[in-house]
């Protein structure tokens, strides 16, 4: 596998399962985002980690939990979600973050939908 | 607080016209540009990305503008194809920092 992949890529879950959300990178990044986009609305950044360490949660409920394993894995764990938080979720990854640039790689995203 | 804003929303052309996609930014401190296409349902896949000290850049049938002072980048897709049929994002990233802020998207429809 190359570049970033997500599993599963499409989810349906109940407002009171737990459910989790995968992403691996297969280019030696050290940073990971996680990524909302919902319907009519711009891309939102969620979460980032840099070297597994969480360096940025944009005021995200806590009923999403995400989880850095390593630099090359990235979870997002879900449970009591609302209608809401459907949407499609996306991670990317780029080589550090920081001051310098370096360019986010996305992966295909996970069409979630909460029943 | 960076606001990011694409438009139209939508647009629809013949084949062969060229297309003409606007971004307006609201802060001009900004270390770069990047422009998306995202197939429905799909991931982004970057298209080009223009730092903040350049005025333009070009990929083939591709060439994106950026006025940094006045906040705007237009993208320029030549002779399209029902192939470029796609929602078109741009996204800049702060001076300092690697926090993209997207604009909503232009969803862009090529008549055959």
């Known amino acids: 596998e190359t570049g970033v992949t997500q599993t599963p890529r499409h989810l349906v879950m109940g407002m009171t399962n737990k459910k989790s959300l995968k992403c691996e990178q297969h280019l030696g990044h050290n940073a990971m985002y996680w990524y909302k986009q919902s319907a009519k609305k711009p891309l939102e950044l969620m979460f980032v980690?840099?070297?597994?360490?969480?360096?940025e949660n944009n005021s995200v409920p806590s009923r999403f939990s995400p989880e850095c394993p390593n630099s090359s894995h990235l979870f997002l764990h879900l449970h009591t979600l609302q209608p809401e938080d459907s949407a499609l979720y996306l991670c990317?990854?780029?080589?550090?973050?920081?001051?310098?640039?370096?360019?986010?790689?996305f992966g295909p995203g996970t069409r979630l939908t909460v029943t | 607080k960076q606001e990011v804003t694409q438009i139209p929303a939508a647009l629809s052309v013949p084949e062969g016209e060229n297309l003409v996609l606007n971004c307006s930014f609201t802060?001009?401190?900004?270390?770069?540009l990047q422009w998306f296409r995202q197939d429905p349902g799909k991931g982004l896949t970057s298209l080009l990305l223009i730092q903040s000290s350049q005025r333009e850049q070009t990929s083939g049938r591709l060439n994106a503008s950026l006025d940094k002072s006045s906040g705007r980048s237009t993208l320029y897709i030549a002779a399209s194809q029902p192939g470029d049929s796609a929602t078109y994002l741009c996204a800049v990233t702060p001076a300092a920092g690697n926090k993209l802020t997207f604009g909503g998207g232009t969803r862009v429809l090529v008549k055959p």
């Open positions: 802060d001009s401190a900004i270390y770069n």
């Open positions: 990317a990854s780029s080589q550090d973050t920081g001051t310098a640039h370096y360019e986010q790689y």
């Open positions: 980690y840099s070297l597994e360490e969480r360096v």
